[in-house]
């Protein structure tokens, strides 16, 4: 089999790294890739070969994936999804994981999934919907704080201001609607209920009739120790979350993703792929905070390394809409992966730096531990360097968390680039719990 993976982060090494373990696989393709994509290799693919595409470029990546005769493309990142990657490849007869377009504005757009949730009683903090900055204004004035503010579309997870004020949520409104800092994806806003609670990730599989769920995750938004300076893709994940009991899964599957899927269906708006929930753990139960389309990253660094079953099965039941015939299984041993990024992300940073402590498969060699590349490149004299705001997901898995995390801080020191920084405290929330 032949499979093309779209996408060049942690998440995407994540999942090439998986892929190449099938037996099944005879040849992997990643467009974009990164340098530590390019370094993976499989017992039956050899090497993952980087294609020099870009994640939107849907011709481009058509014409490779006819010319090369792919048998299934695998998308990481949301952009492709919700400009209808899967729809022209299922059109061209070609196979691709991941929702269509219409299932894909689940996160594609926020009125739309508020809407969709509150509509079928699925719970999620109240809100009110806006493309009128005058009355989205007087509404937060009149409100008072806390409120939380979104650009409608997709803004690479930087789109949402928690307002303490009535007063702080107008300026918000007046920097996404008056002043398009979002661009169109800012061209209606959503004005939510602050939630108070404990934040946890669940991503489920689905062929859109049922569900298999993955094992809980965690993530750290805030770019510094105790969720400390501004919010960015995430700077480090665990899995299990502790906050995610036997009861609160359940309520999870029972009062939101299966009266979701339903939901989605009665809309003709058919879904298959990852359906990832970010949630609230609210003292009334879990809440939606948004869904996503794909994989998290970096909850998908520590939840994929803990699925023992081959994820090209998985995937291919869910094509033929089979799953329930194949569901996931998991290793008891938790995952941790902390991310080392570039100083100055989420805001501007610096490319180009040279790496130093990778081994010449891009990891460094400390057991249980496998370092994902998120953005890195090599450069024509062979130098691993920098090329992203987030540069590594060091990964590790143990039989207890905190065997995890001695391996994990063990390992992420070992890697140098100028301006690096790392969050010291992954899954000390999980430890607290204790
Ligand atoms: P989102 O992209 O919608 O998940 O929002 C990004 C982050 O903002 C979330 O991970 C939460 O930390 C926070 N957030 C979003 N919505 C709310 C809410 N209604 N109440 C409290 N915090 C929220
Ligand atoms: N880690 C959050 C996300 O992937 O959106």
Known sequence: MKILVVGGGGREHALCWKLAQSGRVAKLYCAPGNAGIALTRGPKCGPVECVDLGAENLDGLLRFARRERIDLTVVGPEAPL????????????????????????????????????????????????????????????????????KADGLAAGKGVVIAQTGEEAAAAVQTILVDGAFGQAGASVVIEEFLKGEEASILALTDGRSLALLPSAQDHKRAFD????????????????????????????????????????REERPYKGVLYAGLMITEQGPKVLEYNVRFGDPECQCVIPRMTNDLVDVIEKILLGKLSENGVATSPDPAVCVVLASGGYPGAYAKGKPVTGLDA??????????????????????????????????????????????????????????????????????????
């Open 82 to 149: 919700c400009a209808g990657i899967v729809d022209r490849w299922e059109s061209e007869g070609l196979a691709a994981f991941g929702p269509p377009q219409r299932g894909a504005e689940l996160e594609g757009s926020k009125t739309f999934t508020k809407t969709l949730l509150r509509k079928n009683g699925i719970p999620t903090a109240d809100f009110q919907s806006f493309r009128d900055a005058e009355k989205a204004m007087q509404y937060c004035r009149d409100h008072g704080g806390p409120l939380v503010v």
């Open 226 to 265: 105790n969720d400390e300076g501004p919010n960015t893709g995430g700077m480090g994940a665990y899995s299990p979350a502790p906050v995610v009991t036997e009861e609160v899964e359940d309520r999870v599957v029972r009062e939101i993703l299966i009266p979701t899927l339903h939901a989605l269906n």
């Open 361 to 434: 498969d891009g990891q460094v060699g400390v057991e249980g531990v496998t370092v994902f590349h998120a953005g890195t490149a090599r450069r024509a004299d062979g130098q691993v360097v920098t090329s992203g705001g987030r540069v590594f997901g060091v990964t590790a898995t143990a039989p207890s968390l905190e065997a995890a995390l001695a391996r994990a801080y063990e390992a992420a020191p070992k890697i140098a680039f100028e301006g690096a920084f790392y969050r010291k405290d992954i899954a000390a929330r999980a430890l607290r719990r204790r």
